[in-house]
């Protein structure tokens, strides 16, 4: 007897149609599963023996033969003991198999039957409906998730002997429904608000100007000086997530498994790795690639703290990402690409002990031990941040002011202003921010007029910019001007955007 079962294996972010295929043949009794099974599909046949045995049903003593097809795909995770348990329930004749060749399964089996949650059910229903297959069985605890996928029925069950009545048709399971407009609607509060920092009024305007373009930001300052905190409100000023781009989140962290019950991301994401973080943990990677940080502040905020203390080779993979939106992960067996289109935010001390320049106390270090500090930074990742700012620390009558400050609800209106007039400008463009332009789109949107040009002119000159710097200059400029509402980059914003680079970073940071 022959059975056949559509799952999916999960590599990087889509899944790959798998055949599950079980035969049971005469002979002596024996179970193996062929396909190119890692560890946790073999460990599978105990899982199921006794999933099936204690649900009430007969575990066939026969030689048994599961195939994953297609069998130079390699098979990873525990999502295919439930299509292995159904597919031998059908071959054996303990369940009808009218509904076989219309869903998909995906589930992990407890011994005593249950069906528990797993990775990466989002990308198996988009999977699933790109097999124009009708539906998809997956673990109730998962099927809201995946209930997010149009056009795609959605079974939640919670026992194999449920999801063996399903498909025999003796029972009828209504299809999952998640209202994502009501999730969206319900994301909790911001509780973080910019009204909480006190003075910093540039680097409050930097921020703002970061969040308005979609622009990589670096602060400098010394401990106590509020980088961390303005960096952690960065997200109460973005534009809230749309469903697409709620789905384009949530996808990730479903492959990841940080999903933690949640069946929908609705807020940007904001990600603060610890400077002890390896090159493999910030970029993705592992035996079985998965999504790194870069990949898992997608559409929302990387904040790397204390950044000089990053080792350089974790650093430097940031290159990549930052210019194309994705990172690739090649390994031995497989390559993948993960979406990385994020925010970088950096802080970091002027110096090693941070009180170079003030901060209430007086630096001792070296000028070799403060170069060698600034050093840790490379001119090409520095190239890529388009704005940096100084964040001295607060004097006495800042620490003690009480009077109103604006809250990030001004701000945050400021930002949807200039985010709608960039929406406008490069509709139908596959890009939604300044931060994003092309350089042909640079010379398209972002000409100045000619006393901004001569003014460009002399910084170009005297900062030795580089052409990557002088690209950002301008989509700086074209952002400060969206704020303003303007539709020509003027020699003010040009002025203002030429500031946010005063710090000659190659210069800075080389200097002791």
């Known amino acids: 007897m022959l059975a056949r079962l559509q799952s999916h294996a999960v590599l990087g972010m889509d899944a790959r149609l798998v055949a599950v295929e079980a035969d049971l043949g005469w002979g002596l009794p024996a179970f193996n599963i062929v396909g190119l099974p890692d560890a946790s599909v073999r460990e599978a046949k105990e899982r199921v023996r006794a999933g099936i045995a204690n649900s009430q049903f007969e575990f066939p003593l026969r030689r048994i033969t599961v195939n994953l097809a297609p069998a130079d795909l390699r098979k990873e995770g525990s999502q295919f003991d439930l299509p292995i348990a159904l597919s031998l329930l059908a071959a054996s004749g303990q369940m009808k198999s009218a509904l076989l060749t219309d869903f998909g399964a995906a ?31 997956v673990p109730e605890a998962n099927a809201e998730e995946a209930a997010l996928i149009d056009g795609l029925e959605v079974i939640g069950v919670d026992s194999l002997r449920r999801a063996a009545a399903f498909f025999s048709g003796e029972e009828t399971l209504p299809p999952a429904r998640v209202d994502t407009a009501a999730l969206l609607k319900a ?192 001119g090409p990742l520095m190239d890529r941040v388009d704005i940096a700012v100084e964040v001295p620390a607060l004097n006495k009558k800042e620490l003690v002011s009480t009077g109103n400050r ?39 949107f972002c000409r100045p007029g000619e006393a ?38 003027e020699p003010a914003h040009l002025a203002e955007a030429i500031s946010y680079r005063g710090i000659d970073h190659r210069g800075w940071l080389g200097a002791g």
């Open 107 to 137: 589930g992990e089996l407890s011994l005593d039957g249950a069906v528990r949650s797993i990775s990466g059910a989002l990308a198996m229903a988009e999977g699933a409906r790109r097999s124009r297959l009708r539906g998809l069985v």
């Open 187 to 378: 994301r909790s509060a911001e509780v973080l608000d910019l009204a909480d920092v006190k003075g910093q009024q540039h680097a409050r305007r930097a921020l703002e100007v970061c969040a308005a373009g979609g622009h990589n930001l670096l602060m400098i300052g010394p401990p106590g000086s509020g980088k961390t905190m303005l960096a952690r409100r960065l997200p109460s000023i973005l534009p809230p997530l749309d469903i697409n781009e709620a789905i384009e989140v949530t996808r990730i962290y479903s492959v990841a498994g940080l999903l933690d019950g949640n069946c929908l991301i609705a807020k940007r994401p904001f990600r603060s790795p610890h400077h002890t973080i390896s090159h493999v943990g910030l970029a993705g990677g592992g035996a079985s690639p998965r999504p790194g940080e870069v990949s898992l502040a997608h559409l929302g905020v990387l904040f790397l703290d204390e950044l000089p203390e990053f080792s350089r080779l974790a650093l430097e993979t940031l290159r990549q990402p930052m210019e194309d939106g994705q990172i690739s992960v090649s390994r031995a067996l497989t390559s993948v690409t993960f979406p990385s289109r994020f925010m970088l935010v950096a802080a970091m001390n002027p110096c090693p002990c941070g009180y170079l320049g003030g901060g209430g106390r007086t630096c001792a270090c070296p000028p070799q031990k403060v170069a060698a500090y600034r050093s840790r930074i490379s």
């Open 406 to 444: 604006e809250g990030s609800g001004a701000v945050a209106g400021r930002v949807a202003a200039a985010r709608q007039r960039q929406a406008w400008r490069f509709n139908a463009t596959g890009i939604y921010c300044n931060a994003q332009m092309r350089a042909g789109q640079v010379e398209q």
């Open 452 to 489: 901004a040009s001569q003014l460009l002119d002399a910084a170009i000159d005297r900062l030795s910019l580089s052409a990557r710097s002088h690209q950002r200059i301008l989509k700086v400029a074209r952002t400060i001007a969206d704020l303003d509402g303007a539709g020509v980059i």
